[in-house]
C-alpha cells in the first residue's frame, strides 16, 4: 500500500523494530525498468508466461482515475504499461480462472484477462480503504478492509462484509491456506496516522468457523503488507515501512530473506519455480527472487 506522504517519516518511526536479523535464502533474478508508478500488488495469469501488477498512481485514497493494471512477461519486461485503466487506487490482486479481481479503495473490480475489460465494480459498503485479495478453491474472493479490521467476501454473486474485529489488528496482506485465511497485519495504529506503537504479525482466520488466532505468537514483525503460504508451513511476508521480505515459520520466528527498501508491497509467489515477485511502490519497480 501506499501511504499519504505527510504521514510517512512518523510511520517510519514507529515502525523500527529491530527484533529481526538477516539470513538470506533468495537469490535476486531481475528487476523490471522503473516505469510503474507505485506498483502494489502482483499475480501470476494463468498461463504462467505474464504477470499482472496494480499501479496505485498518486495517493492511496485518491478517487482520481489514474490507476491502471500493467503487463509483464515472466522475465520482467513491461509488455503494456497501461494494459487495463479506468481504476482509482488499485490494491490487492486476485486470480480465478479468466478473472482478475482487485481491490480499488471502496470497490471490487472484476477484470476479463482475455479483453483486458472491466465487467464489473463491486461496491464495498462502508469501505475506506480496501486492501489485498485473496481466493479460495471454490473461487470466493476475499478483501482485507484495512482501517475499518474487516474481511469482505465475494460469494456467488454477492459482496459483503464477511467478518469484523478489532483483533484483525488493521489487515492488511490476505492469503488462503487450505481451509484457513492467513493475514498479514498492519498492526494498530495510533489516532490521526498510519503509524504504530506495535507493529502487527500474522493472524489465521478459520473459513468455517471464522475463529481468529495468532499465527505462531503475537510478538510484532512488522507493518506487514504481502503474505503468501510455503509447503513448509511457514508464510513468506514483507514489511512496507521498515522494508523486507521475510519468512515466519510456524512457531514465529523470523528470518529476513533480503532487507528491502521501504514500500515492499504485496508479494506474489510461483511455488512451481521457486519464484517471489515483490513490487516496490516508492521505486516504481518490481523485484524477482528465487527461493533457495
Same mark, same amino acid.
Given at each position: ?229 510455503? #509447503? $513448509? /508451513?511457514? @508464510?513468506? !511476508?514483507? =514489511?512496507?515501512? %521498515?522494508? &523486507?521480505?521475510?519468512?515466519?515459520? #510456524? $512457531? /514465529?520466528? @523470523?528470518? !529476513?530473506? =533480503?532487507?528491502? %527498501?521501504? &514500500? ?29
Amino acid at each position: 500500500m501506499t501511504i499519504p506522504r505527510t504521514t510517512m517519516l512518523a510511520c517510519l518511526l514507529a515502525g523500527l523494530t529491530g527484533a529481526v536479523h538477516a539470513e538470506g535464502g533468495v537469490t535476486r533474478l531481475w528487476e523490471t525498468e522503473a516505469r510503474l508508478r507505485n506498483p502494489e500488488s502482483i499475480v501470476p495469469a494463468a498461463d504462467g508466461e505474464r504477470y499482472y501488477v496494480s499501479n496505485v498512481d498518486g495517493e492511496p485514497n485518491a478517487k482520481d482515475g489514474k490507476g491502471f493494471i500493467s503487463l509483464l512477461d515472466k522475465n520482467g519486461h513491461i509488455l503494456k504499461l497501461e494494459w487495463v485503466s479506468g481504476l482509482n487506487a488499485p490494491k490487492g490482486l486476485a486470480r480465478v480462472g479468466e478473472r482478475l479481481y482487485v481491490s480499488d479503495i471502496d470497490e471490487l473490480v472484476e477484470i476479463d484477462t482475455r479483453s483486458g475489460t472491466i465487467v464489473k465494480r463491486y461496491p464495498a459498503e462502508g469501505a475506506q480503504f480496501l486492501n489485498d485479495v485473496a481466493a479460495d478453491a471454490a473461487g470466493n474472493v476475499y478483501v482485507s478492509g484495512m482501517l475499518t479490521n474487516r474481511i469482505y467476501r465475494l460469494h456467488d454473486g454477492t459482496f459483503d462484509k464477511w467478518l469484523e474485529s478489532p483483533e484483525l489488528a488493521n489487515p492488511n496482506g490476505v492469503t488462503v491456506r487450505g481451509d484457513q485465511l492467513l493475514v498479514g497485519a498492519w498492526g494498530v495504529m495510533t489516532p490521526g496516522g498510519f503509524a504504530t506503537k506495535v507493529p502487527g504479525h500474522v493472524k489465521v482466520v478459520s473459513l468455517a468457523t471464522k475463529q481468529i488466532r495468532d499465527f505462531g505468537g503475537s510478538e510484532p514483525v512488522g507493518n506487514l503488507d504481502g503474505i503468501e503460504p510455503m #509447503a $513448509d /508451513g511457514s @508464510v513468506l !511476508v514483507t =514489511d512496507w515501512m %521498515a522494508g &523486507g521480505l521475510m519468512r515466519v515459520t #510456524a $512457531d /514465529g520466528k @523470523v528470518h !529476513v530473506l =533480503d532487507k528491502l %527498501a521501504q &514500500g515492499s508491497a504485496d508479494l506474489g509467489y510461483v511455488p512451481a519455480t521457486g519464484t517471489v515477485l515483490v513490487p516496490m511502490m516508492n521505486n516504481g519497480t518490481v523485484i524477482a527472487f528465487h527461493l533457495d
